[in-house]
Each structure stands twice: as structure tokens, then as C-alpha cells.
């Protein structure tokens, strides 16, 4: 039992030691530095003129949208941690999960992952190893969908002429493809044999995290579906905020710029991808897809007050009402 206290505490601390620090100034001034960089040629007030005439039924349709997407993504979680034999359901999870968004809208390097691991393990005991591999397995059920997503829209919507540019996102998405086969592979058949080599506390950690991922894949008849599903979500509420902004683009180019600019948000330097998202969303409207400066501008500004603006809002409400021992930086 002292061990066990011993190991939450360390997992606490583990965690506050994340989530403050360093990067975060960092990951303030990268986004800031970039966007006034690119944003030196932008006519705002013409941006600003086209953001003031949009539909506010449309704006509110797109949060509706994105905000489906939650308990969707907490039905699957709830399923993948079931596979470890926890009996948990996705509405148990749906405010820990909105908490964890919360904290990615402020942190780099997906950190808002590693806090709603903590919370799960807080909450329902499971071992935050174990919790950890599980949403590792759901990053990955993500990032194969949106890869899939990103050659099948992109050669609808582009043939078989590609921006030069644009490269950069198929390369970003092939190497992560790469690396997570590998890291499979690694975890599948490497792992159990150079865990012998390593103290016993490291070799329960690195078991427990290894059954966290690979057990989750026996949920993948129904993860997968759903992982379809929310990305439905994500490409309808692009779909919206284009028409609060009276645009139009066909099905195929919604999609790519919607996986595009998800894929960007794994850059692990800025809290979900702020400023590498906006340049990609406007450089694909304009030079992919033909709209106007201002208008790819608008459409990225709304974009993303709609997806991380509305959380940094809706989460901080949800966090100020979380119990403070469950807070960032709380006393034990």
C-alpha cells in the first residue's frame, strides 16, 4: 500500500513537471513569432469585413457539430479501456476528456493527453501506464484515419498534380505512418526482450503500458467506426464555418484541409499546432483551392475560434468546476 501511495505521488509530480515549465514560453513566442511573420502581406481589414458578415446560425451549427464529436470520442475511449477489463462508460469519461483538450488548447506537445491519463487513473485507479498506452492507441486509430483520409481527398481533389508545397504534409504524414509502424513493431516484439535488462518497477511500467496499446486494437470493429465518425464531424464543422462565410468547396477539398490541418496539429512545439495550422489552412485555400487571401484568412480565424478558442472557454468553465485536488498543481 505504501508503494502504491509512493508510485501516485510520482505520478503526480511526473505530471505537474509536464505541464509546467520552459516549453511553455516557448510554445507562446514559436506561433506568435510565426504568424506575424507570414501575416505582414495580409489585408485585415478586408479579412476582418468578411468575418463580420458571417452567419451566425452557421457558426453556431459548426460548434454544434465539433462539439458532437466529444462524446463520440468518449464512447471509443471508453471502449478501448474496457479492453483492460474496467468496466467504465464514455459518459463517465466525456468531462475528463473535455479537460484534456482543454490543457492541449495551453500546452505543447499533446500534454492535455498525459493530464487526462492522469485524471483516469485518479478517478477510476487504473494505472496511469496503463491509461497512457491506451490513448497512445487512440492517437494512432486517429492518425491512420486521417493519413487514409489525406491520400483519398487529396488525389480527388487534386489528381495527380500536387502543390509542391503541399508535400510537406504528405512527407509529415508518411513518416508518422512510419514511426508507428515501427514503434508497433518495437512495442510487439521488442519490448518483452530488452525489458529483462531493466529493474523490476521499470520492466511492471513498461508491461503495463505495452498492454495499454496493443490490447486496445481488440476493440478496433468498433473503434474504427467511430474513429470514422468523428472525423465526419471535424470535416462538417469546416463545412459550416464555410458557409457562415457564404463559401463554398466540394466535399473532397473540405475533407483535405480539414485532416491537413489536424495532421499539423501533432507539431509538438506549439499547443495544437497555433500557427503552423493557420498558415498551412490559408496557403491550401488560396493556392489549392482558389479562394481569396482574405477569405482563406477568415475561414482559418473561425476555424480555429470555433475549435480551440470555444475549448479554451467551454474547458476553463469545466475546470474552475473541477474539484481542486484535481487541478493542475493541487496538493496531493
Known amino acids: 500500500e505504501q508503494l502504491a501511495e509512493e508510485a501516485g505521488?510520482?505520478?503526480?509530480?511526473?505530471?505537474?513537471?509536464?505541464?509546467?515549465?520552459?516549453?511553455?514560453?516557448?510554445?507562446?513566442?514559436?506561433?506568435?513569432?510565426l504568424i506575424a511573420f507570414f501575416a505582414r502581406n495580409v489585408d485585415w481589414s478586408l479579412a476582418f469585413v468578411t468575418l463580420r458578415n458571417s452567419d451566425?446560425?452557421?457558426?453556431?451549427?459548426?460548434?454544434?457539430?465539433?462539439?458532437?464529436?466529444?462524446?463520440?470520442?468518449?464512447?471509443?475511449?471508453a471502449r478501448l479501456l474496457r479492453e483492460g477489463g474496467v468496466d467504465i462508460r464514455g459518459r463517465?469519461?466525456?468531462?475528463?476528456?473535455?479537460?484534456?483538450?482543454?490543457?492541449?488548447?495551453?500546452?505543447?506537445?499533446?500534454?492535455?493527453?498525459?493530464?487526462?491519463?492522469?485524471?483516469?487513473?485518479?478517478?477510476?485507479?487504473?494505472?496511469?501506464?496503463?491509461?497512457?498506452g491506451v490513448v497512445v492507441a487512440e492517437r494512432l486509430l486517429d492518425l491512420f484515419v486521417v493519413f487514409g483520409?489525406?491520400?483519398?481527398?487529396?488525389?480527388?481533389?487534386?489528381?495527380?498534380?500536387?502543390?509542391?508545397?503541399?508535400?510537406?504534409?504528405?512527407?509529415?504524414?508518411?513518416?508518422?505512418?512510419?514511426?508507428?509502424?515501427?514503434?508497433?513493431?518495437?512495442?510487439?516484439?521488442?519490448?518483452?526482450?530488452?525489458?529483462?535488462?531493466?529493474?523490476?518497477?521499470?520492466?511492471?511500467?513498461?508491461?503495463?503500458f505495452r498492454e495499454g496499446v496493443l490490447?486496445?486494437?481488440?476493440?478496433?470493429?468498433?473503434?474504427?467506426?467511430?474513429?470514422?465518425?468523428?472525423w465526419f464531424f471535424e470535416a462538417g464543422r469546416l463545412l459550416f464555418v464555410l458557409g457562415a462565410l457564404g463559401l463554398y468547396l466540394p466535399p473532397s477539398q473540405i475533407v483535405f484541409v480539414a485532416v491537413a490541418s489536424s495532421l499539423l496539429t501533432t507539431?509538438?512545439?506549439?499547443?495544437?499546432?497555433?500557427?503552423?495550422?493557420?498558415i498551412a489552412m490559408v496557403?491550401?485555400?488560396?493556392?489549392?483551392?482558389?479562394l481569396a487571401q482574405n477569405e482563406a484568412v477568415a475561414v482559418a480565424v473561425l476555424d480555429r475560434a470555433v475549435s480551440v478558442f470555444s475549448v479554451i472557454v467551454v474547458g476553463g468553465v469545466v475546470y474552475l468546476r473541477t474539484q481542486r485536488s484535481e487541478r493542475i498543481g493541487a496538493g496531493p
Open 9 to 33: 505521488h510520482t505520478d503526480e509530480l511526473a505530471v505537474r513537471r509536464q505541464l509546467f515549465g520552459w516549453r511553455e514560453l516557448v510554445s507562446t513566442a514559436i506561433p506568435l513569432a
Open 56 to 77: 451566425p446560425l452557421y457558426v453556431i451549427a459548426a460548434l454544434g457539430v465539433y462539439y458532437l464529436s466529444f462524446p463520440i470520442r468518449a464512447i471509443r475511449w
Open 92 to 132: 463517465d469519461l466525456l468531462r475528463i476528456l473535455m479537460l484534456g483538450w482543454f490543457v492541449n488548447c495551453l500546452v505543447p506537445a499533446k500534454l492535455g493527453d498525459l493530464y487526462r491519463s492522469y485524471l483516469v487513473k485518479r478517478r477510476f485507479g487504473i494505472s496511469l501506464s496503463r491509461t497512457v
Open 149 to 208: 483520409l489525406l491520400v483519398v481527398g487529396g488525389y480527388v481533389a487534386f489528381g495527380r498534380t500536387v502543390l509542391p508545397d503541399l508535400n510537406v504534409v504528405y512527407v509529415t504524414g508518411a513518416a508518422l505512418g512510419v514511426l508507428i509502424v515501427l514503434g508497433l513493431v518495437g512495442i510487439y516484439a521488442l519490448a518483452p526482450r530488452l525489458a529483462r535488462f531493466f529493474p523490476a518497477e521499470f520492466r511492471r511500467i513498461g508491461r503495463l
Open 215 to 230: 490490447h486496445s486494437f481488440r476493440a478496433l470493429p468498433v473503434a474504427g467506426p467511430l474513429t470514422l465518425l468523428v
Open 267 to 278: 507539431v509538438p512545439l506549439t499547443p495544437a499546432g497555433f500557427g503552423f495550422v493557420e
Open 283 to 290: 496557403y491550401v485555400l488560396t493556392a489549392g483551392f482558389g
